[in-house]
């Protein structure tokens, strides 16, 4: 015992008395700071030998070039692939001086519908300005179908159209011109952020969304009802600024938004494809999202009393407003009558309060303390309106209902260390809603949940959480909105009493560096108990596996395994009575994939990278009714995804990079598949049908770096 204690006694003092050797012959050479060159020596020429040289310009630039079998219009979701062949750019440029100074640009898909690009300059810990561009191309279906065309904010039919109350009238192709609907979402952001102070900091940001093209739409005449292509063109700009003040223990912040919602289209007209119900009705409207303002005022503070122990409060105050011009309640010049006013003047004023405390009271114990106060107070009038139900019915007068609601939550924590590795935590909350001008005023959800962590050893570690929580709602009130009465044993799913139970685990297992497992798995169960009709319960499995391999440097696989099971039980009733039949809902999803990684090939100048994965989903339907019990057909998809990906350093500045893709997506919905245009009476289609493809891609690219 003694031998071991002294060997490092030992160690370090051969190790001081080389030191001072060392030190004695740099003083004797006038190399230190105690010789006779001392006068000669000056610090701020001298230069670290192995401190990293940052080069002032840094700049790389990859060419692409892509290739794809045949033009999907689904797979230039998100990418911007859409042509058959693509050439595009990305690249990085950065600048650093020794004064902090930088200039950095980094940009991608530079060519294609999916370009992204950021740019910012500043000094460091100083000031930064920045720029940035971001494309989003969302396409959902291609080879539709539609009569309509887009003639001055008026869809219109062709001057041939078979007028008819019978939708199977409507089967001539040659009255349909091609459609596909799909949005470009485009973002412009400018930043500016100052933290020369250790204390003070600002920041502000400005971006623009623009958001253009063509969704799918529907407007019902009574029994009829059409699907329209629904132009769009909107902006959202958003303003944003904050200061904060940051000294030892102390945290305050004030920052202010805004945002503007901008619709180019605040309606839409239409012509009416089936014989007019009555004189005049030969067109219809559409009220479209209107323009509305936003404002967010937050006031932050928190106080750090101990090392983990702290309180929190903050307050955010919004005010958003609506001034947007009323659509006329029809544009049949037989009915039409006043408006009460010419817009909403719609105000909404809303107050957030959250006050926070987390205390430590030593290793061991610690508590967590958390209440929030939520409010939506409606200040806009209400108004006397004469809605327009259809061409043959105008409402009474009926008023508007400008609710309003607050919602009061608490939560208490206590967390428990008995010893090194193991953590358990056990919590309560309570949630009480109350609300207005709707038919359940008060609901009150709470319940306790519990969590618990283990390290077992270095290589086992255990994660386990479940949680129980009770809502309990006000006996509903009757409300007449729009002359229509709801069944009074209907209960809306997220208002309803409720008694939901989740449970949560997790293993990992880590053998080595190189050996990674985990398995976990999540259940939830959501009983409707007081719901005669509207939703009865809702259940949720899920299950996943995760394994990965790293030997050496050289070489990685990884592979995961999901799979989900999502059922449901609703009660409906074709009149006022009692349940008259039950849904059944059943979801399964299936998701597994596989990546592997081989580097250093080839001297060092060739890595290999290989993955595939695939999700594979069903929904299955069954009615359950006094007459008996039948199945809807099965609604699936799969998708598939396959990737090899090559990197070959040619040189110290260039690489050269060659990667092909596979990608196959099936499904099939019963509700879309075959319903044609004239295949339903009552009912003008896209004649669409669910998304299927297969598409291979092929990119190859050279990299420079400067």
Same mark, same amino acid.
């Given at each position: 015992?003694?031998?071991?204690?002294?060997?490092?006694?030992?160690?370090?003092?051969?190790?001081?008395?080389?030191?001072?050797?060392?030190?004695?012959?740099?003083?004797?050479?006038?190399? *230190?700071?105690?010789? !006779?060159?001392?006068?000669?020596?000056?610090?701020?020429?001298?230069?670290?030998?192995?401190?990293?040289?940052?080069?002032?310009?840094?700049?790389?630039?990859?060419?692409?070039?892509?290739?794809?079998?045949?033009?999907?219009?689904? +797979?230039?979701?998100?990418?911007?692939?859409?042509?058959?062949?693509?050439? +595009?750019?990305?690249?990085?440029?950065?600048?650093?001086?020794?004064?902090?100074?930088?200039?950095?640009?980094?940009?991608?898909?530079?060519?294609?519908?999916?370009?992204?690009?950021?740019?910012?300059?500043?000094?460091?810990?100083?000031?930064?300005?920045?720029?940035?561009?971001?494309?989003?191309?969302?396409?959902?279906?291609?080879?539709?179908?539609?009569?309509?065309?887009?003639? *001055?904010?008026?869809?219109?039919?062709?001057?041939?159209?078979?007028?008819?109350?019978?939708?199977?009238?409507?089967?001539?192709?040659?009255?349909?011109?091609?459609?596909?609907?799909?949005?470009?979402?485009?973002?412009? *952001?400018?930043?500016?952020?100052?933290?020369?102070?250790?204390?003070?900091?600002?920041?502000?940001?400005?971006?623009?969304?623009?958001?253009?093209?063509?969704?799918?739409?529907?407007?019902? @005449?009574?029994?009829?009802?059409?699907?329209?292509?629904?132009?769009?063109?909107?902006?959202?700009?958003?303003?944003?600024?904050?200061?904060?003040?940051?000294?030892?223990?102390?945290?305050?912040?004030?920052?202010?938004?805004?945002?503007?919602?901008?619709?180019?289209?605040?309606?839409?007209?239409?012509?009416?494809?089936?014989?007019?119900?009555?004189?005049?009705?030969?067109?219809?409207?559409?009220?479209?999202?209107?323009?509305?303002?936003?404002?967010?005022?937050?006031?932050?503070?928190?106080?750090?009393?101990?090392?983990?122990?702290?309180?929190?409060?903050?307050?955010?105050?919004?005010?958003?407003?609506?001034?947007?011009?009323?659509?006329?309640?029809?544009?049949?010049?037989?009915?039409?009558?006043?408006?009460?006013?010419?817009?909403?003047?719609?105000?909404?004023?809303?107050?957030?309060?959250?006050?926070?405390?987390?205390?430590?009271?030593?290793?061991?114990?610690?508590?967590?303390?958390?209440?929030?106060?939520?409010?939506? !107070? /409606?200040?806009?009038?209400?108004?006397?309106?004469?809605?327009?139900?259809?061409?043959?019915?105008?409402?009474?007068?009926?008023?508007?209902?400008?609710?309003?609601?607050?919602?009061?939550?608490?939560?208490?924590?206590?967390?428990?260390?008995?010893?090194?590795?193991?953590?358990? /935590?056990?919590?309560?909350?309570?949630?009480?809603?109350?609300?207005?001008?709707?038919?359940?005023?008060?609901?009150?959800?709470?319940?306790?949940?519990?969590?618990?962590?283990?390290?077992?050893?270095?290589?086992?570690?255990?994660?386990?959480?479940?949680?129980?929580?009770?809502?309990?709602?006000?006996?509903?009130?009757?409300?007449? +909105?729009?002359?229509?009465?709801?069944?009074?044993?209907?209960?809306?799913?997220?208002?309803?009493?409720?008694?939901?139970?989740?449970?949560?685990?997790?293993?990992?297992?880590?053998?080595?560096?190189?050996?990674?497992?985990?398995?976990?798995?999540?259940?939830?169960?959501?009983?409707?108990?007081?719901?005669?009709?509207?939703?009865?319960? /809702?259940?949720?499995?899920?299950?996943?596996?995760?394994?990965?391999?790293?030997?050496?440097?050289?070489?990685?696989?990884?592979?995961?395994?999901?799979?989900?099971?999502?059922?449901?039980?609703?009660?409906?009733?074709?009149?006022?009575?009692?349940?008259?039949?039950?849904?059944? /809902?059943?979801?399964?999803?299936?998701?597994?994939?596989?990546?592997?990684?081989?580097?250093?090939?080839?001297?060092?100048?060739?890595?290999?990278?290989?993955?595939?994965?695939?999700?594979?989903?069903?929904?299955?339907?069954?009615?359950?009714?006094?007459?008996?019990?039948?199945?809807?057909?099965?609604?699936?998809?799969?998708?598939?995804?396959?990737?090899?990906?090559?990197?070959? @350093?040619?040189?110290?500045?260039?690489?050269?990079?060659?990667?092909?893709?596979?990608?196959?997506?099936?499904?099939?919905?019963?509700?879309?598949?075959?319903?044609?245009?004239?295949?339903?009476?009552?009912?003008?289609? +896209?004649?669409?049908?669910?998304?299927?493809?297969?598409?291979?891609?092929?990119?190859?690219?050279?990299?420079?770096?400067?």
């Amino acid at each position: 015992m003694n031998k071991i204690i002294c060997i490092p006694k030992i160690t370090v003092l051969i190790m001081s008395a080389l030191m001072l050797t060392c030190l004695s012959q740099a003083r004797a050479q006038g190399l *230190g700071f105690e010789g !006779d060159k001392r006068a000669e020596v000056k610090l701020e020429d001298w230069q670290c030998e192995y401190c990293p040289k940052p080069e002032v310009w840094d700049m790389s630039l990859a060419v692409h070039f892509g290739v794809t079998d045949e033009e999907v219009y689904r +797979f230039a979701n998100y990418t911007g692939l859409d042509r058959q062949s693509q050439l +595009f750019f990305s690249g990085d440029i950065k600048m650093q001086t020794e004064d902090g100074h930088y200039w950095s640009t980094h940009f991608r898909n530079l060519g294609l519908d999916s370009l992204a690009l950021d740019s910012a300059y500043g000094k460091q810990g100083s000031y930064r300005l920045g720029v940035d561009y971001l494309a989003i191309p969302v396409r959902k279906y291609a080879h539709l179908l539609t009569p309509y065309s887009n003639k *001055g904010g008026m869809l219109q039919l062709p001057g041939d159209w078979p007028t008819s109350a019978d939708a199977r009238d409507f089967a001539d192709l040659s009255l349909y011109r091609p459609l596909a609907t799909g949005t470009d979402w485009k973002r412009l *952001g400018l930043e500016l952020s100052l933290n020369e102070d250790d204390d003070f900091s600002f920041d502000s940001r400005y971006q623009r969304w623009h958001k253009t093209g063509t969704l799918e739409y529907s407007a019902a @005449q009574l029994l009829n009802a059409s699907y329209l292509p629904l132009p769009v063109d909107q902006t959202i700009q958003d303003l944003s600024a904050s200061m904060s003040y940051n000294r030892e223990s102390w945290l305050l912040s004030l920052s202010a938004a805004f945002s503007r919602f901008d619709n180019e289209l605040d309606s839409l007209r239409f012509a009416n494809p089936y014989e007019p119900l009555a004189a005049g009705a030969d067109s219809g409207q559409l009220a479209l999202a209107p323009d509305n303002n936003a404002l967010k005022l937050t006031l932050h503070g928190q106080y750090r009393y101990a090392r983990d122990s702290f309180v929190k409060l903050n307050y955010v105050f919004g005010k958003l407003t609506q001034d947007q011009a009323f659509v006329p309640y029809t544009d049949n010049a037989n009915l039409l009558t006043a408006l009460p006013q010419t817009d909403l003047e719609g105000k909404v004023n809303t107050s957030d309060l959250t006050a926070q405390l987390n205390h430590r009271w030593d290793r061991a114990w610690a508590v967590r303390i958390k209440y929030r106060y939520r409010e939506r !107070d /409606n200040k806009t009038a209400p108004l006397l309106l004469r809605p327009v139900i259809s061409d043959l019915y105008v409402a009474d007068a009926l008023m508007t209902l400008p609710y309003d609601y607050s919602t009061r939550s608490a939560s208490a924590t206590l967390e428990y260390r008995p010893m090194a590795g193991h953590l358990l /935590n056990l919590g309560y909350k309570n949630e009480e809603k109350e609300r207005n001008l709707q038919a359940v005023h008060n609901t009150n959800e709470a319940g306790f949940n519990a969590n618990y962590a283990a390290t077992f050893s270095p290589e086992w570690m255990l994660k386990l959480s479940g949680e129980r929580l009770n809502r309990d709602s006000s006996t509903p009130e009757r409300l007449d +909105f729009l002359g229509v009465e709801e069944n009074p044993l209907m209960r809306r799913f997220n208002v309803a009493d409720r008694q939901q139970d989740s449970a949560r685990l997790q293993l990992f297992y880590t053998p080595s560096e190189q050996v990674s497992a985990t398995v976990s798995g999540q259940y939830s169960h959501q009983d409707y108990v007081a719901s005669e009709l509207g939703l009865k319960d /809702n259940k949720l499995h899920n299950a996943n596996l995760d394994l990965s391999w790293h030997p050496n440097e050289t070489f990685d696989i990884s592979l995961f395994l999901q799979q989900e099971d999502i059922k449901t039980r609703l009660a409906g009733s074709d009149d006022f009575s009692g349940p008259r039949w039950q849904a059944r /809902n059943q979801d399964k999803i299936t998701s597994y994939g596989i990546s592997l990684a081989l580097r250093k090939l080839l001297d060092d100048k060739l890595s290999l990278f290989i993955n595939f994965d695939r999700a594979d989903a069903h929904t299955y339907i069954r009615l359950d009714q006094a007459g008996g019990s039948d199945a809807l057909p099965t609604i699936a998809s799969l998708w598939s995804h396959g990737e090899l990906k090559m990197l070959y @350093q040619y040189s110290t500045h260039t690489e050269l990079s060659f990667s092909y893709q596979y990608q196959a997506f099936d499904s099939a919905d019963f509700a879309i598949d075959g319903v044609t245009p004239g295949s339903l009476p009552n009912l003008l289609t +896209f004649g669409t049908s669910s998304n299927n493809y297969n598409v291979s891609y092929g990119l190859v690219s050279v990299g420079y770096k400067f």
